[in-house]
């Protein structure tokens, strides 16, 4: 399976930004969907965004609501997550995941996750 490292979290004062990244290694294709969740403490883990292997479409969970950018960068095989107008309740450990489609990447059945990285907003 895919192999993913997650870096980039950190701590930041409300309306503060970060960029997380995730690199991914396995197959000789590259052509995977990705995407990132993220659990906060005592929380169920939550999609936050998803782009596509050529990253002609992007979704996001309602909650974002314009503040974050996912992006990818397919010669080195790493995707981002530009995170603005960061909030208290954005706080937790951020995951990446990849997949051969977004479909299989949300389904229940997933279960491929890095390290994560962690992500603290101030008040």
């Known amino acids: 399976q895919v192999q993913l490292v997650e870096s980039g979290g950190g701590l930041v004062q409300a309306g503060g930004s970060l960029r997380l990244s995730c690199a991914a290694s396995g197959p000789t294709s590259t052509k995977y969907a990705m995407g990132w969740f993220r659990q906060a403490p005592g929380k169920e883990r939550e999609f936050v965004a998803v782009?596509?292997?050529?990253?002609?479409?992007?979704y996001y969970a309602d909650f974002v609501n314009g503040r974050f950018a996912i992006s990818r960068d397919n010669v080195k095989n790493t995707v981002y997550l530009q995170m603005n107008g960061l909030k208290p309740e954005d706080t937790a450990v951020y995951y990446c995941?990849?997949?051969?489609?977004?479909?299989?990447?949300?389904?229940?059945?997933?279960?491929?996750w890095g390290q994560g990285t962690q992500v603290t907003v101030s008040s």
């Open positions: 995941a990849a997949d051969y489609t977004i479909a299989t990447m949300l389904g229940p059945e997933y279960d491929n």
């Open positions: 782009i596509d292997w050529d990253g002609s479409n992007t």
